[in-house]
């Protein structure tokens, strides 16, 4: 089963972790909210440990959160774990203008948030290793690929 945390504005992003909340995902989900004004909200090194996906919903404001939440993207970062990006507008691949310079380049997924279906089938698609593997760079999934995308 999958553990996911999702880490999100508070300020700006609530209408879509009500509708994450609303799709009853048949995984465990903690929701981490994030101020743009300085807090100190830190997460626990113990939820980092028992966590095997963190999903972060990029927005026009995420990059403009406090250091809290730069810091705790740090010590994920850290921690190999797999990093799912999620892009609010629609964007398939890294968003450069919205999505943290820190996450542009440790090895995260980078995808649109398109409903439903392809949230959970992004969700049990991330390896919880992928970072392992693929510890630099930035990636999307291909949910059909394409002849020429195989080997």
Same mark, same amino acid.
């Given at each position: 089963?999958?553990?996911?945390?999702?880490?999100?504005?508070?300020?700006? /992003?609530?209408?879509?972790?009500?509708?994450?909340? +609303?799709?009853?995902?048949?995984?465990? @989900?903690?929701?981490?909210?994030?101020?743009?004004?300085?807090? &100190? /909200?830190?997460? &626990?090194? +113990?939820? $980092?440990? &028992? !966590? %095997? =996906?963190? @999903?972060?919903?990029?927005?026009?404001? !995420?990059?403009?959160?406090?250091?809290?939440?730069?810091? %705790? @993207?740090? +010590? $994920?970062? &850290?921690? !190999? *774990?797999?990093?799912?990006? =999620?892009?609010?507008? #629609?964007?398939?691949?890294?968003?450069?203008?919205?999505?943290?310079?820190? =996450?542009?380049?440790?090895?995260?997924?980078?995808?649109?948030?398109? #409903?439903?279906?392809?949230? $959970?089938?992004?969700?049990? !698609? @991330? *390896?919880?290793?992928?970072?392992?593997? /693929?510890? %630099?760079?930035?990636?999307?999934?291909?949910?059909?690929?394409?002849?020429?995308?195989?080997?």
């Amino acid at each position: 089963m999958v553990n996911a945390a999702i880490l999100f504005d508070k300020e700006n /992003q609530r209408h879509e972790i009500e509708l994450i909340k +609303s799709w009853q995902l048949n995984c465990h @989900v903690a929701y981490i909210g994030f101020d743009i004004k300085a807090n &100190e /909200q830190k997460i &626990e090194f +113990s939820l $980092i440990e &028992e !966590t %095997t =996906l963190f @999903v972060i919903l990029i927005g026009e404001s !995420t990059r403009f959160l406090s250091n809290s939440f730069n810091d %705790t @993207v740090k +010590s $994920i970062i &850290e921690s !190999t *774990k797999a990093i799912l990006c =999620l892009n609010l507008n #629609g964007f398939v691949a890294l968003d450069e203008i919205h999505c943290p310079r820190l =996450l542009w380049d440790c090895g995260a997924i980078h995808m649109p948030l398109a #409903g439903k279906e392809d949230f $959970i089938y992004l969700i049990n !698609t @991330v *390896k919880s290793d992928a970072r392992v593997e /693929q510890r %630099t760079g930035s990636f999307h999934i291909r949910k059909h690929p394409r002849p020429y995308d195989m080997d």
